[in-house]
């Protein structure tokens, strides 16, 4: 679990960037801690745009802008925890959209409690995960809240305003330590990013095609499968009864169960992606990558565990889990872990499924879930009408994707 959850459990948004290197985590917590933000004429730029205005205007920009620099307690952003070579987490609360940016003065130990009317609350962290005795993976993340309903109408439409300055900052800082460690991987070619667009443009299409003919909705709810096998009943589906809707879709691979499992256990936003149209999710804002590798760090799988489809919405949770055969993620049974837009009447869930066909093959079966209340806006944002030709589109190329991906590794 990241120290963030210790202060800023549950936000009501979320960014994460991350890139990996080529040093142990104790060499790239060192850099990091380190690095001189202010070497870009940009970074001094807008740190002088934005205090221009506060009262609460720091000496002029003469100093190394360094992470070192930040205070362990006092107004404004401060040091919340750091475990040296693992995470450091900084926070602030304040009036972050007034011009002077009035901060209170809350300690490490009353940051997640306080509850004020007024303020909204930031924080954000490095954080290292090792990928392997001499790689390192390090996100940074921001999360963002609010004290009421007010001052979160508020904070939003100033982070409107800011956050692509706060990106630009996050994704330099990425950047610098990038060059002094040096990637563990190699920057996708033209060719490669030329591949992705064009896949984009033809789920796209797809995604077009399905909306003008909801009379084959029928037809596509069971791609890959003969309508009896749909309909049979699989794991979780007593979670929701009776759906208002959903899919089952399923296609053959022509590798073992175990060999395939590893692929679907690391699908995930923040892991391995969906193996879908990444052009189309990440113009979404889901800053994902697919991964063409199984990666030991992202196997472990528990009850409970959070299930993200976009960085800046609640998670899905991990509701049922037989290891090397299925996982079910949902909304929970409790009505404030339904997604951002979702009412409490609501419910998820989503089964990926590998069944064994003989000792060589088997198939990937992926079980959509919906239920909703009768109300325009529930009808509108969870129904069939745009989520399942999207649905169908991203989740067909989920299933080849880990088809490619397995039968490709053991060619």
Not at 31 to 60: F, G
Request: negative net charge; charged residues 25%; glycine residues 8%.
């Amino acid at each position: 679990m990241a120290n963030l959850d210790d202060f800023l459990p549950e936000p009501r948004l979320r960014e994460v960037d991350h890139v990996d290197v080529t040093a142990p985590c104790a060499d790239a917590y060192e850099v990091a801690r380190h690095l001189d933000l202010s070497r870009s004429w940009l970074v001094r730029a807008l740190y002088e745009l934005r205090t221009a205005a506060s009262h609460h205007r720091p000496t002029p920009l003469q100093s190394p802008l360094r992470l070192d620099a930040i205070p362990t307690t006092g107004e404004g952003f401060h040091v919340l925890r750091e475990a040296p070579g693992e995470e450091l987490v900084v926070g602030a609360i304040g009036r972050f959209w007034e011009a002077d940016m009035p901060f209170a003065d809350v300690g490490a130990d009353a940051f997640a409690a306080f509850d004020y009317p007024g303020f909204g609350k930031l924080a954000w962290s490095l954080r290292f995960e090792p990928l392997g005795a001499r790689t390192t993976r390090i996100h940074v993340e921001v999360r963002v809240s609010a004290t009421d309903e007010i001052s979160w109408r508020l904070f939003r439409l100033y982070f409107g305003v800011i956050g692509p300055f706060s990106r630009f900052l996050r994704h330099y800082l990425l950047h610098l330590i990038e060059r002094e460690l040096g990637a563990t991987l190699a920057r996708p070619s033209m060719v490669e990013r030329a591949r992705e667009v064009g896949e984009g443009v033809v789920g796209a299409l797809g995604i077009a095609f399905d909306v003008l003919t909801p009379f084959l909705r029928g037809a596509r709810a069971h791609w890959g499968l003969d309508p009896a096998d749909a309909a049979r009943a699989y794991p979780g589906d007593e979670r929701i009864a009776s759906p208002r809707w959903g899919w089952t879709h399923a296609l053959e691979i022509a590798r073992p169960a175990a060999e395939v499992w590893p692929w679907i256990a690391q699908i995930g936003q923040d892991k391995g992606g969906f193996y879908s149209y990444a052009a189309l999710e990440n113009l979404a804002g889901c800053q994902l990558h697919n991964a063409d590798a199984i990666h030991p760090e992202w196997q472990a799988m528990k009850l409970g565990d959070a299930f993200r489809m976009h960085p800046e919405l609640p998670p899905l949770r991990v509701l049922a889990l037989e290891a090397g055969r299925h996982f079910l993620v949902g909304t929970s049974d409790e009505p404030s872990a339904a997604p951002a837009q979702a009412g409490p009447s609501v419910r998820v869930t989503w089964l990926f499924l590998l069944e064994p066909l003989d000792a060589r093959r088997c198939r990937f079966v992926s079980r959509h879930r919906v239920d909703h209340g009768d109300a325009p806006r529930e009808r509108l944002a969870w129904g069939p009408t745009l989520l399942e030709p999207i649905g169908f589109e991203m989740d067909r190329r989920m299933l080849l994707g880990v088809k490619e991906r397995a039968e490709r590794a053991h060619a």
